[in-house]
Protein backbone atom coordinates (compact mmCIF):
# COMPACT_ATOMS: atom_id res chain seq x y z
CA UNK A 1 0.00 0.00 0.00
CA UNK A 2 1.25 3.51 -0.85
CA UNK A 3 0.71 5.95 1.76
CA UNK A 4 0.71 9.65 1.51
CA UNK A 5 3.74 11.88 3.10
CA UNK A 6 2.35 15.11 5.53
CA UNK A 7 4.41 17.08 7.29
CA UNK A 8 2.99 18.71 10.58
CA UNK A 9 3.76 22.19 12.11
CA UNK A 10 3.08 24.00 15.09
CA UNK A 11 1.86 27.24 13.80
CA UNK A 12 0.65 28.33 17.12
CA UNK A 13 1.34 27.98 21.22
CA UNK A 14 -1.02 30.42 23.57
CA UNK A 15 -0.57 29.42 26.96
CA UNK A 16 2.46 27.53 29.28
CA UNK A 17 3.44 24.93 26.77
CA UNK A 18 6.62 23.64 27.85
CA UNK A 19 7.03 20.62 25.03
CA UNK A 20 6.13 22.50 22.02
CA UNK A 21 7.14 25.87 20.35
CA UNK A 22 6.01 27.37 17.02
CA UNK A 23 7.80 26.20 14.00
CA UNK A 24 8.33 22.72 15.84
CA UNK A 25 8.00 20.32 12.67
CA UNK A 26 8.00 16.69 12.28
CA UNK A 27 6.59 14.35 9.24
CA UNK A 28 5.25 11.06 8.23
CA UNK A 29 6.78 9.40 5.78
CA UNK A 30 5.01 5.64 4.56
CA UNK A 31 3.64 5.17 7.87
CA UNK A 32 6.55 5.78 10.12
CA UNK A 33 7.06 8.89 12.32
CA UNK A 34 10.33 11.01 11.37
CA UNK A 35 11.26 13.57 14.42
CA UNK A 36 14.21 16.08 12.40
CA UNK A 37 17.73 15.77 15.35
CA UNK A 38 17.02 18.32 17.90
CA UNK A 39 13.46 18.48 17.44
CA UNK A 40 10.55 16.25 19.76
CA UNK A 41 7.02 16.21 19.74
CA UNK A 42 4.29 15.55 23.07
CA UNK A 43 3.25 12.54 23.34
CA UNK A 44 -0.19 13.99 24.61
CA UNK A 45 -0.63 16.25 21.14
CA UNK A 46 0.67 13.11 19.05
CA UNK A 47 -1.48 11.26 20.35
CA UNK A 48 -4.44 12.98 19.85
CA UNK A 49 -3.53 13.27 16.29
CA UNK A 50 -2.99 9.85 15.52
CA UNK A 51 -6.88 9.55 14.22
CA UNK A 52 -6.44 12.35 12.08
CA UNK A 53 -3.15 11.22 10.98
CA UNK A 54 -3.99 7.74 9.91
CA UNK A 55 -7.12 9.02 7.84
CA UNK A 56 -4.91 11.40 5.93
CA UNK A 57 -2.01 9.09 4.66
CA UNK A 58 -4.70 6.66 3.19
CA UNK A 59 -4.82 7.92 -0.95
CA UNK A 60 -8.52 9.17 -1.06
CA UNK A 61 -10.68 10.55 -4.04
CA UNK A 62 -9.97 14.77 -4.42
CA UNK A 63 -11.91 16.75 -2.16
CA UNK A 64 -13.12 13.72 -0.13
CA UNK A 65 -9.93 12.96 2.53
CA UNK A 66 -9.40 14.26 5.63
CA UNK A 67 -7.54 16.95 4.79
CA UNK A 68 -10.12 18.48 2.41
CA UNK A 69 -12.08 18.56 5.68
CA UNK A 70 -9.92 19.86 7.67
CA UNK A 71 -6.10 21.47 7.88
CA UNK A 72 -5.45 22.40 11.78
CA UNK A 73 -5.86 20.34 14.80
CA UNK A 74 -5.67 21.77 18.46
CA UNK A 75 -3.81 19.68 21.25
CA UNK A 76 -6.08 18.40 23.85
CA UNK A 77 -4.03 20.44 27.17
CA UNK A 78 -6.68 22.76 28.20
CA UNK A 79 -4.04 25.20 29.85
CA UNK A 80 -1.51 25.06 26.63
CA UNK A 81 -3.43 25.64 23.27
CA UNK A 82 -1.13 24.67 20.53
CA UNK A 83 -2.13 24.22 16.66
CA UNK A 84 -0.96 21.98 14.40
CA UNK A 85 -0.93 22.46 10.72
CA UNK A 86 -1.55 19.06 8.72
CA UNK A 87 -0.47 19.22 5.46
CA UNK A 88 0.43 16.74 2.81
CA UNK A 89 4.09 16.85 1.59
CA UNK A 90 4.59 17.36 -1.47
Do not use: H
Not at 66 to 89: G, H, M, N, S, Y
Amino acid sequence: MIFKDLKITAVKVEGPCSRTRVGTTFYVRNARLEVPAGESVCIFALGSMLPVISGAIIRSEPEYGVLDLLQEWQCPDPEAKVVFRIEEEE
